[in-house]
């Protein structure tokens, strides 16, 4: 089996959001979406993208401190931030396989580099890069599983 990529650059903040509210729109139960990047690349605009395409209307932050928030959409919403976490075993003790896997959610996953064994199979993941431009950003998608509705939606840009 091997592993598919897709890039997209975006330009604007704007362009970056309206790439992800296509994409949440297009989610479905059990997606799970592993964000890596540095500080500042986008990783929670993108996810405020994201959730807002699944139609959450409450305000997406990122769960820095907390490590997990819930919203509610057309599907549940569960959103990680592993950044403060030092070892694996910590996500036992937040209820990450109990949430990530569940199946009826969608979940989405920042600072997921940090545990790449600890993840869900399948899921895509999402690299965001900063570009030569301020507010320029290269989106890199890879997966192994080609057939979910996410990846479908992303190749129709």
């Not at 897709?6 to 979406?33: D, K, Q």
């Not at 009826?104 to 545990?115: C, H, M, Q, Y």
Request: charged share 30%; net charge negative; aromatic share 10%.
């Amino acid at each position: 089996m091997g592993e598919f990529s897709f890039m997209i650059e975006t330009c604007t903040p704007e362009e970056t959001t309206a790439l992800a509210e296509r994409l949440g729109a297009a989610a479905e139960a059990g997606t799970v979406l592993c964000l890596v990047g540095n500080l500042g690349a986008g990783k929670t605009l993108f996810t405020q993208g994201f959730a807002r395409g699944l139609g959450v209307t409450e305000d997406v932050t990122s769960p820095t401190f907390a490590l997990m928030n819930q919203y509610r959409g057309r599907l549940p919403v569960t959103h990680f931030d592993l950044y403060r976490l030092e070892r694996e075993d910590e996500l036992d003790e937040i209820g990450f396989y109990e949430y990530a896997e569940d199946g009826r959610s969608v979940v989405l996953i920042e600072w997921a580099d940090k545990f790449p064994d600890a993840l869900p199979t399948p899921h895509i993941r999402l690299e965001i890069e900063r570009g030569e431009a301020e507010n320029e950003r290269r989106l890199a998608f890879f997966t192994t599983e080609e057939e979910s509705a996410l990846w479908r939606a992303l190749k129709e840009k």
